[in-house]
């Protein structure tokens, strides 16, 4: 039977911690850079079977324009619930694909995908809310009431689907990205075609995966970091150049990628006002859905690939998701740390569109 579509118009063609800082192999930020590069198609992926509208769009800027032999990436905003959110995108035809970055990462951190994969496909990566140069409103504006959660961000992406792509799209995540793109198509399944998990956040931080008599300890930690200045202290701390070089090099298992540009790329966005409480925020935030409890609830396909060598979430762990029926595949990206999609996309951008053109 043929899957019929919500989408009435025409397809639109015209300090996880920044995901990536970590303190004693706990997750705390992710990257990004500014420059665009062209990457050779040559792999040696390890497969592993399994069983089994509250916006509007404004074009605020064009930037980062690529060389001639490249796709041109534009630089957009979208109003969403008042804020505005940053998003990039590339590519006038094929299925849509909407990347989405891991914790303190943005947009950027898919700078070696989206020229690539616009070829053929309309690509779309976006800022979530609170990060890279989208809007970061202060949490403690919501009434005591958590802001900064996964349900916020599904409730983002889908409404970014709604309003900008206006079509069903394939959702390409990394890292705490992945429970974003389980969140939001377990909550509209009617809107996601497929998702691919990058190395998901297995979220170890969790109030349910901490011993029962270590849990008051947590919150009271939670609590001396949100509420009091040793938070922003400690945020300053790492907040520093050399500090990122060194955690952006204990995620990429080859630091050879660990430029001074890319580390500057990432503070910089992290530096803007607001960034400190939205960091805060987050790593304070210990509830909410794991993985394994959404899998279960996907109706779309699911793939899953994991760089072998990631320091923060193991892979012999991440096997596991393997076992949900939604799970067709896992893949095994050999010599990868924490973000493959940046660090081997001559890897990861073929893994992509294969799986998009399955479906």
Not at 213 to 229: A, H
Not at 283 to 292: A, D, M, Q, R, W
Not at 302 to 309: D, M, Y
Request: glycine share 8%.
């Amino acid at each position: 039977m043929a899957k019929t579509s919500i989408f009435a118009a025409p397809p639109f063609t015209n300090f996880e911690f920044p995901s990536l800082f970590r303190v004693n192999n706990s997750s705390i930020i992710s990257f990004t850079e500014t420059n665009f590069l062209r990457q050779s198609i040559s792999t040696g992926i390890v497969r592993t079977p399994t069983p089994g509208g509250t916006g509007f769009v404004s074009c605020s800027s064009v930037t980062d324009e690529a060389s001639s032999e490249e796709l041109q990436v534009r630089t957009l905003t979208w109003k969403w619930k008042g804020y505005s959110i940053r998003y990039q995108c590339a590519g006038t035809s094929g299925p849509a694909l909407v990347l989405v970055h891991g914790f303190g990462a943005n947009s950027d951190h898919w700078r070696k995908n989206t020229p690539i994969l616009g070829k053929s496909h309309r690509v779309y990566s976006i800022d979530l809310i609170g990060y890279g140069y989208s809007d970061k409103p202060n949490p403690r504006e919501f009434g005591g009431e958590p802001f900064y959660t996964f349900e916020t961000w599904g409730e983002q992406l889908n409404d970014f689907c709604l309003d900008v792509v206006k079509d069903e799209a394939f959702f390409i995540c990394n890292s705490i990205g992945g429970l974003v793109g389980l969140q939001a198509a377990v909550s509209k399944p009617e809107i996601c075609r497929g998702l691919m998990l990058i190395n998901i956040s297995l979220r170890m931080l969790h109030i349910k995966k901490q011993p029962f008599i270590g849990r008051p300890f947590i919150k009271s930690f939670q609590n001396l970091l949100r509420n009091t200045p040793v938070g922003k202290l400690f945020f300053k701390s790492i907040a520093k150049p050399e500090t990122v070089k060194s955690i952006l090099c204990q995620c990429y298992h080859d630091s050879s990628q660990v430029t001074d540009e890319l580390v500057e790329a990432i503070l910089r966005p992290g530096l803007e006002p607001g960034a400190v409480d939205v960091f805060l925020e987050f790593i304070c935030y210990s509830g909410g859905p794991l993985p394994e409890d959404l899998l279960p609830l996907v109706k779309c396909p699911v793939l899953i690939a994991w760089g072998e060598k990631d320091p923060w979430e193991p892979i012999e762990l991440g096997r596991a998701y393997s076992n949900f029926d939604a799970v067709e595949d896992f893949v095994v990206l050999p010599d990868a740390g924490h973000c493959p999609q940046d660090e081997k996309p001559e890897m990861v951008n073929p893994l992509i569109e294969s799986f998009v053109a399955r479906h």
